[in-house]
């Protein structure tokens, strides 16, 4: 009887514990990610206005500028997440701060890299330059990497060079 009681406590504490932890799939989490998405918003706004950057925005909310395009090629890409892509990039905080940039030909696998970098790139012909600002919930979050505070907005400047 003993142990019963044991089991019984054990599990429903896994199911009330289990139940308070926040996932992508709860309303919670969603609705987290929304406000998010809503308050940066305007802060984007503002810093494409500011920097006179004419920026497209997706359904997402990412936005994107292509500033040298490839009209000698209009080639459809299958996009998987093991497309490799070739690129040169430099990634900024939307103050200037770089925390990341290559001049040197760089190849990523298109699912490993932040969901902001898969929706731009599908979005590029190679040899096009792309400006991509991409929200935080797209980038890293609420998770500080390197220079890179907690719910930073990205600004990306990305030269497609090779898609394989």
């Given at each position: 009887m003993r142990k019963l009681l044991v089991y019984v406590v054990v599990v429903s504490s896994m199911?009330?514990?289990g139940s308070?932890?926040?996932?992508?799939?709860t309303p919670n989490y969603q609705q987290q990610?929304?406000?998010q998405l809503n308050s940066e918003e305007m802060i984007i706004s503002r810093f494409l206005v500011e920097k006179?950057?004419?920026a497209t925005r997706d359904a997402t909310g990412i936005y994107f500028y292509k500033y040298e395009q490839n009209k000698d090629r209009n080639e459809k890409y299958n996009y998987t997440p093991n497309t490799i892509i070739t690129v040169k990039y430099t990634g900024r905080l939307l103050n200037g701060t770089v925390f990341d940039?290559?001049?040197q030909e760089t190849?990523?696998?298109l699912g490993e890299v932040i969901f902001g970098w898969q929706v731009g790139i599908q979005l590029m012909q190679k040899g096009e330059k792309?400006?991509?600002i991409i929200p935080s919930v797209y980038g890293y979050g609420n998770k500080s990497?390197?220079?890179i505070p907690a719910n930073s907005i990205l600004d990306f400047d990305i030269e497609l060079i090779d898609i394989k």
């Open positions: 199911f009330i514990f308070c932890l926040k996932t992508e799939d990610m929304q406000d006179n950057i004419a940039s290559r001049e190849n990523f696998r792309l400006r991509l990497l390197g220079l």
